[in-house]
């Protein structure tokens, strides 16, 4: 196949052509990618292998690859020992709850920097973008005073849901996100709405959100993600142990239960964002890349 004269790429085809130029090619491929795939993977190996090992298996040193003599059991005494359904119940809670307040803030604030354009809507954006760069250790402490006694209201949010849920609606990068998919979408589409007389909330509902489904799509999974991984934010705003999410449970109960039922109750927390990804794959790719061309 021909090469085309517009294309240029690190290794010619002619080089691609010949017997050596193919054999360094194909093997630094190989190599590439099955180191890539030994880092990514690995880890998970070890973790769903030293899962259905014993507590002196585990513990040896060097590892072995695989269990000798594999122990089920380990996953039904995680499960009934940690309390996981209890743990996984809030966790999901949690998360749908997250996935409804990002859905409707987020979405809302993005369709006005992006749409409606209000006076200093860039500089909005920009201050907004701004707190990227500040790392997420530093506004610890002022969320938690925040958390303890809410502003004007002076509730205390400690074991409640909203605790975690307003701090995850303030998401600038999910708001970027957004608002860059809504630049994509035609402003003719906006004009033709208002010659109807659709009014700036009924276009939104109308036009802007059935067409914006991938990238919905994709801040409901970042949504999902950010409450399932967290650690540090619900050890801190939810001390009770009935409202618990998997990961803090987990490190709750890792004190007094073997390493290997540990890890097992690790697996099992794993499962659910695993099977999210592996179904909605596509249209992650498909909501990061629709909105990058404006066209």
Same mark, same amino acid.
């Given at each position: 196949?021909?090469?085309?004269?517009? %294309?240029?790429?690190?290794? !010619?085809? /002619?080089? &691609?052509?010949?017997?050596? =130029?193919? +054999? @360094?090619?194909?093997?630094? $491929?190989?190599?590439?990618?099955?180191?890539?795939?030994?880092?990514?993977?690995?880890?998970?190996?070890?973790?769903?292998?030293?899962?259905?090992?014993?507590?002196?298996?585990?513990?040896?040193?060097?590892?072995?690859?695989?269990?000798?003599?594999?122990?089920?059991?380990?996953?039904?005494?995680?499960?009934?020992?940690?309390?996981?359904?209890?743990?996984?119940?809030?966790?999901?809670?949690?998360?749908?709850?997250?996935?409804?307040?990002?859905?409707?803030?987020? %979405?809302?604030?993005?369709? !006005?920097? /992006?749409? &409606?354009?209000?006076?200093? =809507?860039? +500089? @909005?954006?920009?201050?907004? $973008?701004?707190?990227?760069?500040?790392?997420?250790?530093?506004?610890?402490?002022?969320?938690?005073?925040?958390?303890?006694?809410?502003?004007?209201?002076?509730?205390?949010?400690?074991?409640?849901?909203?605790?975690?849920?307003?701090?995850?609606?303030?998401?600038?990068?999910?708001?970027?996100?957004?608002?860059?998919?809504?630049?994509?979408?035609?402003?003719?589409?906006?004009?033709?709405?208002?010659?109807?007389?659709?009014?700036?909330?009924?276009?939104?509902?109308?036009?802007?959100?059935?067409? !914006?489904?991938?990238? &919905?799509?994709?801040?409901?999974?970042?949504?999902?993600?950010?409450?399932?991984?967290?650690?540090?934010?619900?050890?801190?705003?939810?001390?009770?142990?009935?409202?618990?999410?998997?990961?803090?449970?987990?490190?709750?109960?890792?004190?007094?239960?073997?390493?290997?039922?540990?890890?097992?109750?690790?697996?099992?927390?794993?499962?659910?964002?695993?099977?999210?990804?592996?179904?909605?794959?596509?249209?992650?790719?498909?909501?990061?890349?629709?909105?990058?061309?404006?066209?």
């Amino acid at each position: 196949m021909a090469q085309d004269s517009g %294309t240029r790429t690190l290794i !010619s085809q /002619s080089q &691609l052509s010949r017997g050596r =130029g193919r +054999v @360094i090619y194909w093997t630094l $491929l190989v190599v590439v990618v099955a180191g890539f795939t030994l880092v990514f993977l690995g880890p998970l190996y070890w973790m769903v292998t030293g899962a259905l090992k014993s507590g002196q298996e585990i513990a040896q040193t060097p590892p072995s690859l695989f269990p000798k003599d594999p122990q089920p059991q380990n996953y039904i005494d995680a499960w009934n020992n940690l309390a996981l359904a209890k743990l996984l119940f809030n966790t999901f809670y949690y998360a749908i709850g997250a996935v409804l307040f990002q859905l409707v803030f987020d %979405t809302a604030a993005a369709y !006005s920097l /992006s749409k &409606l354009r209000p006076i200093f =809507g860039n +500089v @909005i954006l920009a201050l907004m $973008l701004g707190t990227l760069m500040i790392p997420a250790m530093v506004l610890i402490v002022p969320q938690y005073v925040t958390v303890i006694d809410l502003p004007i209201l002076h509730i205390n949010l400690l074991d409640s849901p909203f605790a975690i849920w307003l701090p995850l609606v303030a998401n600038a990068f999910n708001i970027f996100l957004l608002k860059r998919f809504f630049d994509s979408i035609p402003e003719e589409l906006m004009a033709a709405a208002l010659m109807d007389g659709a009014t700036s909330l009924r276009t939104l509902w109308s036009i802007i959100l059935p067409l !914006s489904r991938p990238i &919905l799509g994709v801040v409901s999974i970042f949504a999902v993600t950010a409450v399932w991984k967290d650690f540090l934010w619900p050890k801190l705003v939810m001390p009770s142990p009935e409202t618990r999410t998997v990961s803090v449970g987990i490190y709750a109960f890792a004190g007094g239960t073997p390493m290997n039922v540990v890890i097992a109750a690790s697996v099992i927390a794993a499962i659910p964002t695993v099977i999210i990804f592996l179904i909605f794959q596509r249209n992650i790719m498909s909501g990061l890349t629709t909105g990058s061309i404006k066209g």
